[in-house]
């Protein structure tokens, strides 16, 4: 009689590669091991980690889909390892650290200084009005559908896995991405932001911004939080358009 609780035994392909070790070349391992229910990927890179290769690296904190830091290439696409069910994936699983950003070793990339960079181009601030500068100045109530509008983009974890999977940015250097783009429709939502679409053309209005998006949208493909990316980006092309043809 066959054994229905038999688990799967799953075969892992990790890329390994440590840039800051002399003579670390980029190569697959194999790893294996038994499957467990509800196993996520994080499970079973934690367990690989402790009873088989203490030295693999990758990056985790929240374990909840909230911090973006086990974003890696799952099978070919972007995605994270804490919300990966192996149960959805094949008994013969590849992983890859995500590209475009600066690998640091094996799955471990450093998005967070792209982000920063980013944040800093792109000024992801509010630019608070002049009259409202004033500390006893009164903010007035936001309305709750603009508020919701506001929460939904600023739901963005910054994983890198729209940054990851967009053809643009692996062609342009300067590419802002999804993530840059879906930041500045915030902030243009935001009516305490004091900047105008003319603003926002002199930040996006170029082959880097907004007109260098090719429309494949596989960034709101592998968006983790769900961002409606694609509508974000349509609709700053038409408003940024408008400005530019003035």
Request: aromatic content about 6%; charged content about 25%; glycine content about 8%.
């Given at each position: 009689?066959?054994?229905?609780?038999?688990?799967?035994?799953?075969?892992?392909?990790?890329?390994?590669?440590?840039?800051?070790?002399?003579?670390?070349?980029?190569?697959?391992?194999?790893?294996?091991?038994?499957?467990?229910?509800?196993?996520?990927?994080?499970?079973?890179?934690?367990?690989?980690?402790?009873?088989?290769?203490?030295?693999?690296?990758?990056?985790?904190?929240?374990?909840?889909?909230?911090?973006?830091?086990?974003?890696?290439?799952?099978?070919?696409?972007?995605?994270?390892?804490?919300?990966?069910?192996?149960?959805?994936?094949?008994?013969?699983?590849?992983?890859?650290?995500?590209?475009?950003?600066?690998?640091?070793?094996?799955?471990?990339?450093?998005?967070?200084?792209?982000?920063?960079?980013?944040?800093?181009?792109?000024?992801?601030?509010?630019?608070?009005?002049?009259?409202?500068?004033?500390?006893?100045?009164?903010?007035?109530?936001?309305?709750?559908?603009?508020?919701?509008?506001?929460?939904?983009?600023?739901?963005?974890?910054?994983?890198?896995?729209?940054v990851a999977a967009c053809g643009t940015a692996r062609m342009r250097e300067d590419f802002v991405g999804a993530v840059g783009l879906s930041k500045i429709a915030r902030f243009r939502l935001d009516p305490r932001d004091a900047r105008t679409d003319a603003d926002y053309y002199e930040?996006?209005?170029?082959?880097?911004?907004?007109?260098?998006?090719?429309?494949?949208?596989?960034?709101?493909?592998?968006?983790?939080?769900?961002?409606?990316?694609?509508?974000?980006?349509?609709?700053?092309?038409?408003?940024?358009?408008?400005?530019?043809?003035?």
């Open positions: 009689m066959t054994d229905q609780t038999a688990h799967r035994k799953l075969s892992f392909r990790i890329l390994r590669y440590n840039p800051q070790e002399n003579g670390s070349t980029p190569r697959l391992q194999r790893y294996e091991l038994e499957e467990a229910d509800g196993m996520t990927l994080f499970i079973a890179l934690n367990e690989i980690r402790e009873q088989q290769d203490p030295s693999l690296q990758f990056d985790f904190v929240c374990r909840a889909g909230i911090c973006g830091s086990c974003g890696m290439m799952i099978n070919g696409r972007p995605g994270l390892a804490c919300r990966t069910l192996t149960r959805n994936l094949p008994p013969e699983i590849t992983l890859a650290p995500l590209p475009i950003f600066e690998l640091i070793g094996d799955l471990s990339v450093n998005t967070g200084r792209w982000m920063r960079d980013l944040g800093e181009r792109l000024e992801t601030w509010v630019h608070m009005k002049a009259g409202e500068l004033d500390l006893g100045h009164i903010e007035e109530t936001m309305d709750p559908d603009l508020a919701e509008q506001i929460y939904l983009l600023d739901r963005c974890i910054e994983c890198g896995c729209c930040l996006i209005g170029d082959d880097d911004g907004v007109f260098g998006c090719m429309s494949l949208l596989a960034c709101h493909d592998v968006c983790p939080k769900n961002l409606p990316l694609k509508t974000q980006i349509a609709f700053l092309r038409r408003k940024i358009a408008a400005v530019g043809i003035k």
